[in-house]
């Protein structure tokens, strides 16, 4: 099998798509799914693009994360840290851990993520939680929900 790079982060024969059906908890965001996952490898192997200022949803799963950064730079929660990533870097999130990615203002943050392609659905924060994140200034100023 071969998904073959057509420039631009697009690969051939792979849809662009919504990076969630609907909300405002998000901001210019893409998806394209790679890999499906295969019967000796059952994981999915997904592209994000980000553009600039935008956001992912803050959220948590059961299921870790494995990210590579592949085009740009931005920040990154996980847990109650803020990284700033930049290409190349290898992010892991772990299961139930809060996380949220940030492009820059000036350039678009691309990421290939892995997660199991048996998975949970992702839990967004209460306002519990948020005012549980919020303890922490840096988070607080971070975080868009």
């Not at 849809?15 to 799914?33: C, D, M, T």
């Not at 990533?85 to 992010?91: F, I, P, Q, S």
Request: aromatic share 8%; glycine share 6%.
């Amino acid at each position: 099998m071969l998904v073959r790079h057509t420039g631009d982060f697009r690969w051939e024969n792979v849809p662009l798509l919504a990076y969630k059906e609907e909300g405002s908890h998000f901001k210019n965001i893409s998806r394209q799914v790679l890999c499906e996952g295969l019967a000796d490898l059952s994981c999915q192997l997904r592209y994000f693009e980000i553009l600039p200022g935008g956001h992912s949803t803050l959220e948590h799963h059961h299921h870790v994360h494995l990210v590579v950064i592949l085009r740009g730079d931005g920040d990154v929660l996980i847990g109650d840290e803020i990284y700033h990533a930049r290409e190349n870097d290898v992010l892991v999130i772990p299961p139930q851990t809060w996380h949220q990615f940030r492009a820059t203002a000036d350039y678009p943050l691309g990421f290939l993520c892995i997660v199991n392609t048996e998975r949970d659905r992702p839990t967004r924060p209460s306002e519990a939680d948020l005012e549980l994140l919020r303890q922490n200034p840096e988070v607080a100023s971070f975080i868009r929900s």
